[in-house]
């Protein structure tokens, strides 16, 4: 009678035949791997509905960014859903995004802070940088020093000397606002105090929106702004003293960078892009890539990204490199001003 190949397993087992046992499993996974090589399955993605993690509110410059990743994948046939997972400066979505399956099917925008300085600045963490694979990098920006001029206490702040000279004669009552403790805009207007030699207090808020909101309603004095804030800027309500990149910004021409406003050596920009858990096998980070460099040709889409900075597509390798150059200088700027959350 001929036997099952359970049975022949289990026989095997019994009279202790091992190599024969050994054979007889490896030998069909060998020839599945010769039929469906990695590269073959990873062509099957996406099989499913995709989940997008945004860890920042809608209508934040991340959420932006995650809408038109989101608009992009869509064009595989698949549903995308977005899922705006809020709070702790980027933590809880991070977290969720952590401890998710790599199978492609949980995919995180984020920016800069929530990757390469949370992991650095919290003492109790749910992940750690390496627990992901950079994917794609989407867009880069740097933030723009803004004050309300409607607000009677920075009506005569024009510039960068200006700010200094007020913060210097009122030690610890300027207030400038942030997305959060830990937040990049919180990390750089520290930057900017050590270099200056002032004093001013940090206000935290929820998202980037709130705060330029604060600034708005005369809640805080002063903040760094990602590009949001030019259509304000334009438009008077908000005044703009310096770019923290290093080149003047195309949108704001005569703004003068932080170097040109006297205070050299602080560049502050950040990246807003896409990662996956490291779990993630490399055929499917590649896959997502090549699916989102497609962005390229949807002027639509172009624009979007656009409005919220420079378009800067860096796949996979280029991504990671610039990652790692992160955590280790804000790593740097953590230390020597003594930053560490709770």
């Given at each position: 009678?001929?036997?099952?190949?359970?049975?022949?397993?289990?026989?095997?087992?019994?009279?202790?035949?091992?190599?024969?046992?050994?054979?007889?499993?490896?030998?069909?996974?060998?020839?599945?791997?010769?039929?469906?090589?990695?590269?073959?399955?990873?062509?099957?993605?996406?099989?499913?509905?995709?989940?997008?993690?945004?860890?920042?509110?809608?209508?934040?410059?991340?959420?932006?960014?995650?809408?038109?990743?989101?608009?992009?994948?869509?064009?595989?046939?698949?549903?995308?859903?977005?899922?705006?997972?809020?709070?702790?400066?980027?933590?809880?979505?991070?977290?969720?995004?952590?401890?998710?399956?790599?199978?492609?099917?949980?995919?995180?925008?984020?920016?800069?802070?929530?990757?390469?300085?949370?992991?650095?600045?919290?003492?109790?963490?749910?992940?750690?940088?390496?627990?992901?694979?950079?994917?794609?990098?989407?867009?880069?920006?740097?933030?723009?020093?803004?004050?309300?001029?409607?607000?009677?206490?920075?009506?005569?702040?024009?510039?960068?000397?200006?700010?200094?000279?007020?913060?210097?004669?009122?030690?610890?009552?300027?207030?400038?606002?942030?997305?959060?403790?830990?937040?990049?805009?919180?990390?750089?207007?520290?930057?900017?105090?050590?270099?200056?030699?002032?004093?001013?207090?940090?206000?935290?808020?929820?998202?980037a929106t709130a705060a330029q909101l604060a600034l708005l309603s005369r809640e805080i004095d002063v903040l760094l702004d990602p590009p949001l804030t030019i259509p304000h800027v334009k438009s008077g309500k908000l005044r703009a003293l310096a770019v923290t990149s290093s080149k003047r910004w195309p949108d704001l021409p005569n703004v003068p960078t932080l170097a040109e406003a006297g205070i050299p050596n602080v560049e502050i920009t950040f990246w807003l892009g896409v990662l996956v858990p490291s779990s993630t096998p490399a055929p499917i980070v590649q896959a997502i890539a090549q699916a989102l460099l497609g962005v390229r040709e949807d002027p639509?889409?172009?624009?979007?990204?656009?409005?919220?900075?420079?378009?800067?597509?860096?796949?996979?390798?280029?991504?990671?490199?610039?990652?790692?150059?992160?955590?280790?200088?804000?790593?740097?700027?953590?230390?020597?001003?003594?930053?560490?959350?709770?």
């Open positions: 009678m001929k036997l099952s190949p359970a049975r022949r397993a289990w026989r095997l087992l019994l009279t202790g035949s091992w190599i024969r046992l050994y054979a007889l499993l490896l030998v069909p996974l060998a020839l599945w791997l010769v039929v469906f090589p990695p590269a073959a399955q990873a062509q099957a993605w996406p099989s499913k509905p995709i989940r997008v993690v945004v860890p920042f509110p809608a209508g934040s410059t991340t959420d932006n960014v995650g809408r038109v990743v989101a608009e992009q994948l869509r064009k595989s046939g698949q549903t995308v859903i977005v899922d705006n997972k809020i709070g702790a400066n980027g933590v809880l979505g991070a977290t969720d995004v952590a401890r998710s399956p790599g199978d492609g099917y949980t995919i995180m925008v984020t920016n800069s802070s929530s990757v390469a300085i949370n992991p650095q600045l919290y003492k109790k963490l749910g992940y750690e940088t390496r627990d992901f694979t950079p994917v794609m990098m989407m867009v880069s920006a740097p933030f723009f020093l803004v004050v309300n001029p409607a607000h009677d206490k920075m009506a005569a702040v024009n510039n960068v000397a200006d700010l200094v000279a007020l913060a210097k004669t009122r030690p610890g009552q300027l207030t400038y606002g942030s997305a959060g403790p830990g937040n990049l805009a919180h990390l750089g207007f520290e930057t900017i105090n050590n270099r200056a030699g002032i004093k001013t207090i940090h206000v935290p808020y929820k998202a639509k889409l172009m624009q979007q990204l656009q409005n919220q900075g420079q378009v800067d597509l860096l796949e996979p390798q280029p991504f990671a490199a610039r990652l790692r150059g992160e955590v280790q200088a804000w790593g740097e700027v953590i230390r020597r001003e003594n930053i560490q959350l709770d």
